[in-house]
């Protein structure tokens, strides 16, 4: 079960992997914040409320050309969209990334490999997320496809318990296809566009640039 001790050390482990590409200063604020103010532990009972607010707000309007109309119905609910959408977790879309919270059902059999995952997207540049992801389309599936390959490349461990998971496995699988050649190149590509929020690499993606 995962807790604010493991939270902590997944921060340090990821922010070791990946300040060189985040804005400067951004990775000593970070570090200084409290790891529970970050990541919000909670039993499913606590986490279904602050699930079914960033659904109906944003996440259905985002994926109605994925899902369908159905996913409006679904938001419009009085009903939990949990119910529906058993998302284990998530990380608030705010534009600025200390202003985020990542949000996790304690009690949904998660592993460790999440909350590497939920904090990528924690640290990503605003271009990205929300502004790329909010574009909906195909660009949620490579947002979520980008964040996996950034979490697998982050060490060996990680990455077994991801696959094993098979988390976003077609989505990862898609942008390793799309990019392709030396890996090194295409995780410090993938790192401006998360990090940095450099969208040259989105054609190569399939995705639509936000316009900025």
Request: aromatic share 12%; charged share 15%.
């Amino acid at each position: 079960m995962p807790n604010t001790m493991a939270a902590s050390q997944v921060m340090e482990v990821v922010l070791n992997k990946y300040e060189q590409y985040l804005p400067a200063g951004l990775a000593p604020k970070v570090r200084s914040m409290n790891p529970a103010r970050i990541f919000r532990i909670l039993p499913e009972n606590e986490y279904k409320p602050y699930f079914a607010a960033v659904f109906r707000n944003f996440f259905a309007a985002v994926n109605v050309s994925a899902l369908g109309m159905n996913v409006i119905g679904v938001a419009t609910s009085p009903a939990s969209p949990y119910d529906n959408f058993a998302c284990p977790a998530f990380c608030a879309p705010a534009v600025n990334v200390t202003d985020r919270t990542i949000y996790i059902n304690r009690d949904s059999g998660i592993t460790v490999g999440t909350l590497y995952h939920e904090f990528v997207h924690y640290l990503s540049h605003s271009n990205f997320y929300p502004e790329f992801y909010a574009l909906g389309g195909n660009n949620p599936s490579i947002l979520e496809g980008v964040t996996e390959y950034l979490t697998r490349r982050i060490a060996a461990p990680v990455a077994h318990d991801r696959y094993n998971q098979r988390k976003y496995q077609t989505w990862f699988t898609q942008v390793s296809r799309d990019m392709g050649g030396n890996p090194t190149t295409t995780l410090q590509r993938l790192a401006a566009l998360a990090f940095q929020g450099d969208l040259s690499v989105v054609p190569t993606l399939g995705g639509v640039a936000p316009r900025l």
